[in-house]
């Protein structure tokens, strides 16, 4: 056995959180997610600014991935820990070893999201699925982790799909390992953002640039500078996730944007308004470090609102007030900038020479400023 074949590999398994984007996600541990590695991506996380790490993931190193057919054909991907990164494995990590126990199969994993959503199939694996409510186990439990949302295991058969019509399974692909937010939360209610009255990067092509810029001008990116990807909200009266993909959030007029925005806040019962502050006061600010950084822009990145979708429950059903101290509590609520490929700034290792901008990123602001109003006016009961 070389040194590399002696430690435990990671079967990677789709992130089953994943509500937006179109890169496949994957989850290496529990607290720690996967992605195809893009040079101008990992330049952005090596010289990340201090003030912008608390609005991150944690960038956690790289690592290589390759493709595996078992004995029925179906397709998995494998991270090899020791190459290419600091090796977490070696000392027998409880996160590896779990994975050993649970080797599922692409075709397992469909079965395993099939079984967790009796009654209603929701793989049907064109895009343009949309489903309303992730249903309960086959006994009729309320699902602990059991409903997903079907957006990540779409994308997750898409990129096996294209890996291995390009590759052979013995190419070795790398992958970025980063800080999986929304570890820490039992029903992680998710809203994914895409920030800025401008989507294409700097790379694009004429095609994809016109594309783009058609695509937020017939969306709330162009009056808004923010438009919605991808939510999952977890109803605590029904125990389901609700999820809305890119397709209806690029729909949305300002009116819409902002209903959805309220129904982000919805848990079934009630609009959680304790939640406003906490959230206003996280993204005024993520306001303050964006203003301060100068040549970056963050073309397509996305930004995610996190909370919990069965917080404080005791509180709620005895009526209780919520002690005030928690008002700013800042693990009740979390807000982070995703998705870097197209990210240009001054001094970009990955790329040299960027068209050089001047000041800080007007569109991205202008989105930030317009959702803090929004949610404002939310918490005045508009």
């Not at 179109?22 to 590695?37: A, F, N, R, V």
């Not at 291995?164 to 998710?190: A, D, G, M, R």
Request: charged share 20%; aromatic share 8%.
């Amino acid at each position: 056995l070389g040194p590399a074949e002696g430690r435990a590999a990671v079967l990677l398994q789709p992130f089953v959180h994943q509500v937006g984007g179109h890169t496949s996600m994957l989850t290496y541990d529990e607290h720690t997610i996967c992605k195809p590695l893009v040079s101008q991506e990992l330049s952005f996380y090596e010289s990340l600014p201090l003030a912008m790490r608390q609005f991150t993931p944690q960038y956690k190193g790289i690592v290589s991935v390759h493709l595996k057919k078992d004995s029925l054909g179906n397709l998995t991907l494998i991270a090899s820990p020791s190459l290419g990164q600091p090796d977490s494995s070696a000392g027998g990590d409880p996160a590896v070893t779990l994975w050993h126990k649970r080797k599922w199969s692409h075709t397992q994993v469909t079965k395993t999201f099939k079984d967790s959503c009796p009654g209603k199939m929701l793989l049907r694996t064109d895009l343009q699925y949309h489903t309303d409510s992730l249903l309960e186990d086959a006994n009729g439990k309320q699902p602990e982790r059991k409903s997903h949302n079907p957006w990540g295991l779409h994308c997750h058969r898409q990129h096996l799909n294209r890996m291995s019509s390009k590759h052979n399974e013995n190419k070795l692909h790398q992958f970025l390992l980063l800080e999986n937010v929304v570890s820490k939360y039992s029903y992680p209610c998710i809203l994914d953002l895409k920030m800025g009255t401008r989507q294409h990067g700097d790379d694009a092509s004429e095609e994809k640039k016109a594309r783009h810029i058609k695509k937020c001008e017939q969306s709330t990116s162009a009056s808004l500078g923010v438009r919605i990807c991808g939510m999952q909200v977890y109803q605590a009266d029904t125990g389901h996730f609700l999820c809305k993909d890119k397709y209806f959030g690029r729909k949305l007029s300002p009116e819409g944007f902002q209903q959805t925005l309220r129904q982000f806040l919805c848990n079934g019962n009630q609009l959680r308004t304790d939640l406003l502050e906490p959230i206003i006061l996280r993204l005024k600010a993520l306001l303050t470090v964006i203003r301060k950084q100068s040549s970056y822009r963050f073309y397509s990145s996305s930004l995610l609102i996190i909370y919990d979708g069965q917080e404080h429950k005791e509180s709620v059903d005895h009526h209780l007030a919520f002690p005030k101290t928690h008002g700013t509590n800042p693990c009740r609520v979390d807000v982070r900038m995703i998705d870097f490929a197209h990210t240009t700034f001054k001094g970009s290792k990955s790329n040299p020479n960027p068209t050089p901008y001047d000041g800080p990123d007007h569109g991205y602001i202008f989105g930030l400023e317009n959702l803090i109003k929004i949610l404002q006016s939310l918490s005045e009961g508009k």
